[in-house]
């Protein structure tokens, strides 16, 4: 148990469709992370919140939509995706937002787009 | 942005044996960190050295940093089959971004 929780843990989704991904920390920390890990490449960094406000967005197609209505909360809004975005999400936080502090992982939601 | 380079990419070991694995970079680092991850699971943090320390220890676990060299090094000693994972270095550069490398598998057998 990470205080990072993600929902759901398994995702499949038809390329038309328009699905969620849920983030809840419990850590009080100010900064959530999403993470997008595919095989064989490095962890890929998509979005970053401090305090609610997006800090960074690294070009990720808008076809991924994140929301943060809260410190605790993140969002990942996914539509009309791609067989390419199955992946591993991982959402995550700190407690603020300088580089280099210590990351609390989620369990990750597994995306499957068919 | 530069990442880490984990070396070797799988490793396969006797429980009880210890583990060595290690990651280079090409450039300044303000602190590098090594992550676990458990197959199909989020990454756990291990343990965080700063540019300015050469060596940590956490439990089993042994970190240690050659800035000279641009490497650095995890070492678990008396490894068990439930230290099965995969093994990550993250960088924190002088440009303030933080990188993942690709990892290192680490396989314990009984």
């Known amino acids: 148990e990470t205080g990072v929780t993600q929902t759901p843990r398994h995702l499949v989704m038809g390329m038309t469709n328009k699905k969620s991904l849920k983030c809840e920390q419990h850590?009080?920390?100010?900064?959530m992370y999403w993470y997008k890990q595919s095989a064989k490449k490095p962890l890929e960094l998509m979005f970053v919140?401090?305090?609610?406000?997006?800090?960074e967005n690294n070009s990720v197609p808008s076809r991924f939509s994140p929301e943060c209505p809260n410190s605790s909360h993140l969002f990942l809004h996914l539509h009309t995706l791609q067989p390419e975005d199955s992946a591993l999400y991982l959402c995550?936080?700190?407690?603020?937002?300088?580089?280099?502090?210590?990351?609390?992982f989620g369990e990750g939601s597994w995306l499957t787009v068919v | 942005s530069q990442q880490g380079e984990e070396d070797p990419q799988a490793l396969s070991i006797q429980e009880g044996e210890n583990a060595t694995m290690n990651c280079s970079y090409k450039?300044?680092?303000?602190?590098l960190q090594w992550y676990r991850q458990n197959s199909g699971r989020g990454l756990v943090h291990l343990i965080l050295?700063?540019?300015?320390?050469r060596e940590k220890h956490s439990g089993r676990l042994r970190v240690t940093l050659d800035t000279s060299k641009k490497s650095s090094s995890l070492l678990i000693t008396a490894s068990r089959a439930a230290d099965t994972a995969s093994y990550f270095c993250?960088?924190?550069?002088?440009?303030?971004?933080?990188?993942f490398g690709t990892g290192t598998r680490l396989q314990v057998t009984l």
């Open positions: 850590l009080g920390h100010n900064a």
């Open positions: 919140y401090s305090l609610e406000e997006r800090v």
């Open positions: 993250a960088l924190t550069g002088t440009a303030s971004k933080l990188t």
């Open positions: 450039t300044s680092i303000n602190n």
């Open positions: 995550a936080s700190s407690p603020d937002r300088v580089v280099g502090n210590t990351i609390y």
């Open positions: 050295i700063r540019s300015n320390e």
